[in-house]
């Protein structure tokens, strides 16, 4: 599997994706918001984009595709749920479903609500195993629930499923938020040495040779992970001085999401 990361440089500081065979060429371009800067990357590494993939309905994720289907002829896939949100859904997407690029790239969706209750995330199952996972989890961060979303569903998207996947995972999202996130993380945990030792890199990243955590790495760094951390819980009481002292995880993630929406 061959994975181009492309660096919108827009005003959101959206990634797109190009996954691609390295046997046949063919590609799948993920939330091709910018066309352009998709297209050329296609073609400067001759690959050919067959199909198109959006994790979820937001424009800024949607908002290339008429430009990428015209170029490409490419078949637009969704959650089936979408299709009302979503024009032009040639193929929706249900849990499990299965999405082959070229002779050697299987896919595996996962429904995974929250940020919108019509979320998909795509795991790989390879050598190195990856997620790419739009607006559900960031580096060092979690989806807002704004716009069509529900953070208890959020949380139980990280504890069923993200949480459970295997260490070695590579985490594509579908922003660049890290240095933001980190702060955060250590607004909440102050003794967080991993965050603190990243951060002052991360605030000098060029996002167009961005950092590709890990699901270890997101333990480490992620509040929306470190629901058990003394830390965490001690500074999250301070806040919500009516908490338990031993608050359960959903709690915690819910008052993290809540106290995030507004930090």
Same mark, same amino acid.
């Given at each position: 599997m061959l994975v181009e990361q492309i660096w919108t440089a827009n005003a959101y500081r959206n990634f797109?994706? $190009?996954?691609?065979?390295? !046997?046949?060429? &063919?590609? $799948? =371009?993920?939330?091709? $918001? /910018?066309? &352009?800067?998709?297209?050329? =990357?296609?073609?400067?590494?001759?690959w050919t984009v067959t199909q198109i993939l959006n994790t979820h309905e937001h424009r800024d994720h949607t908002g290339g595709n008429a430009a990428m289907v015209? =170029?490409?002829g490419a078949k637009l896939l969704a959650h089936a749920n979408a299709r009302d949100r979503i024009p032009g859904i040639d193929r929706g997407l249900r849990a499990g479903d299965v999405i082959r690029i070229g002779k050697s790239v299987e896919l595996e969706c996962l429904d995974t609500p929250g940020h919108t209750m019509c979320h998909i995330c795509l795991r790989s199952h390879g050598d190195v195993p =990856?997620?790419?996972?739009? /607006?559900?989890?960031f580096n060092?961060?979690?989806?807002?629930?704004?716009?069509?979303?529900?953070?208890?569903?959020?949380y139980r998207t990280f504890a069923d499923q993200l949480a459970r996947l295997p260490a070695e995972t590579l985490i594509y999202p579908g922003h660049d938020y890290i240095a933001r996130n980190l702060a955060f993380t250590l607004d909440r945990e102050p003794d967080n040495e991993r965050a603190q030792a990243l951060l002052p890199a991360m605030e000098k990243q060029d996002p167009a040779h961005a950092l590709v955590t890990t699901l270890?790495? &997101?333990? !480490?760094?992620?509040?929306?992970f470190r629901l058990k951390s003394p830390s965490v819980i001690r500074r999250l009481r301070e806040a919500f001085p009516d908490l338990p002292?031993?608050?359960?995880?959903?709690?915690?993630? $819910?008052?993290?999401?809540?106290?995030?929406?507004?930090?």
């Open positions: 797109n994706y $190009l996954i691609a065979c390295a !046997e046949t060429g &063919e590609a $799948l =371009a993920v939330d091709p $918001l /910018d066309h &352009e800067k998709c297209l050329a =990357a296609a073609k400067a590494k001759g015209a =170029a490409t =990856a997620l790419f996972c739009g /607006d559900t989890l060092a961060g979690a989806g807002n629930c704004h716009n069509g979303g529900h953070p208890e569903e959020l270890a790495v &997101e333990m !480490e760094i992620n509040t929306f002292e031993k608050p359960d995880a959903k709690t915690v993630f $819910l008052k993290l999401r809540e106290l995030r929406n507004k930090w």
